[in-house]
């Protein structure tokens, strides 16, 4: 298997933390931290084919 991942977020600078994810979450992490986070939540769902293509 291969797999391609970009860290480059559209509408992001960088991949560094935003105010966003303080709101959203109540602490500010990084994109990264983020994307890993939904794909956690994904697979306990059931729901990882929804996500990732």
Not at 18 to 30: A, E, V
């Amino acid at each position: 298997m291969i797999f391609d991942v970009s860290m480059r977020i559209p509408g992001s600078p960088g991949t560094q933390s935003t105010p966003y994810s303080g709101y959203l979450y109540g602490d500010s992490i990084s994109y990264g931290e983020r994307i890993a986070m939904e794909l956690r939540k994904a697979v306990r769902e059931g729901k990882l084919d929804k996500v990732c293509s």
